[in-house]
């Protein structure tokens, strides 16, 4: 696909919706779902289906790029977006695009993009996956995008210079476009000490609030007309408890000094240290409660290559259970079909905000 093609989003049917809900639904057990195991779980009963399995089946398997226009579907439905516009961003974990609510304001789209070089380049990463249950892209790319939500909507609500969230759905989350350029594009500034200041200042806020943003470079720091930082950029913020909080901490302040020596020709003697920080508050708490389970937040960090597998995190009181046994057992019996397809349901009704059907026992064969 590559781009987006906005025409399928209109059209993307009731049927269609449900379709790709119950390939997403067979993804906790297959990286890629078999067509004839999503037509089990789609269960429709009336016609019309038929295209989209005959695609389904032509392909064998599905790519993640459908699950945007699932997203997208959600999105629209609750009115966060109605058009779209450019591609402006490739990171190295997104795609980015300028897209406009209702009311035709500009607004920046990041579609999460994890996972997807998995079983090549990253030395370590075939036996990563052989010995854990495989992570699919989607499952990635969620726990990206939600914590990316949760630790912009906290850095907000604290008066942070970060673009203002606004919506998100599984991997995609809608913020505030910012009205400036990166910080790497930009060849002169004034006066480069103040905004070095200010970006140390912001790394020690950071840390006063608990959190260190771990990617705190060039590409990541958006500067405006008035020449002001705005920071993006959040899946993969790090807690100032973690193990190796100080090694981060010192990373950023590196990142940001090493950059105005190079580009402006700037330094200064003064830049802090972990030691500076004095805690006030802490955003990591909060961003714990948006759902994620500890192991989800591992596996997206070790991912993204900020722990080591095998690392112990900080704090190992609680064990997690997000529902593994039930997600790891085939999908061979009645019973879990038909479980699959009330979660169809469930999930359908709520993206699209219509009533729910659970399915009695007589309708499942
Ligand atoms: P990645 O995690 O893939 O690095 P980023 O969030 O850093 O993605 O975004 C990639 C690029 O997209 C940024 O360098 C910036 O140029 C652009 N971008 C991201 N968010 C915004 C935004 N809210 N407003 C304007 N441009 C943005
Ligand atoms: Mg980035």
């Excluded at 505030?176 to 060849?187: A, F, M, R």
């Excluded at 997000?322 to 009704?349: C, F, G, H, M, Y």
């Amino acid at each position: 696909m590559g781009k987006l093609d906005v025409v399928m989003l209109r059209y993307l049917s009731a049927e269609d919706f449900r379709v790709l809900t119950a390939i997403e639904m067979g993804m906790k057990n297959h990286e890629l779902v078999p067509a004839m195991l999503a037509a089990q779980i789609a269960n429709l009963k009336h016609g019309g289906v038929s295209k989209i399995l005959r695609e389904l089946s032509k392909h064998k398997l599905v790519s993640y790029e459908r699950y945007d226009y699932l997203a997208l579907k959600v999105l629209s439905t609750r009115e966060v977006l109605s058009s779209f516009g450019n591609q402006i961003g490739v990171g190295k974990e997104s795609n980015i695009y300028v897209v406009a609510d209702k009311d035709d304001k500009p607004l920046c789209l990041k579609l999460h993009r994890l996972g997807r070089t998995c079983f090549r380049n990253i030395k370590g990463k075939r036996d990563y996956h052989q010995n854990r249950k495989s992570m699919s892209w989607l499952y990635l790319s969620r726990i990206s995008a939600t914590r990316e939500f949760a630790y912009m909507k906290a850095l907000q609500d604290r008066g942070f210079p970060v673009p203002k969230p606004i919506d998100f759905n599984r991997h995609c989350v809608v913020m505030e476009l910012v009205n400036g350029y990166p910080l790497c594009t930009i060849s002169e500034i004034e006066n480069p000490d103040e905004l070095y200041d200010e970006l140390m200042n912001l790394i020690v806020r950071f840390g006063n609030h608990g959190v260190i943003h771990g990617d705190f470079n060039e590409f990541n720091i958006m500067v405006t007309d008035k020449g002001k930082p705005i920071i993006i950029d959040f899946p993969q913020m790090v807690s100032t408890e973690h193990l190796n909080a100080e090694y981060f901490f010192d990373r950023d302040v590196n990142c940001v000094r090493s950059f105005f020596k190079r580009k402006f020709g700037y330094e200064s003697e003064l830049y802090p240290s972990f030691k500076d920080i004095c805690r006030e508050g802490c955003i990591d708490a909060e961003v714990k409660a948006s759902g994620l389970t500890r192991q989800m937040e591992k596996d997206l960090l070790v991912e993204m290559g900020q722990i080591d597998e095998d690392e112990d995190s900080d704090d190992d009181d609680d064990d997690d259970d997000d529902d593994e046994s039930n997600e790891e057992k085939p999908l061979d019996s009645i019973t879990e079909i038909k479980l699959l397809r009330n979660q169809v349901n469930e999930s359908v009704a709520k993206d699209l905000n219509e009533k729910i059907n659970i399915l009695s026992d007589n309708d499942v064969n």
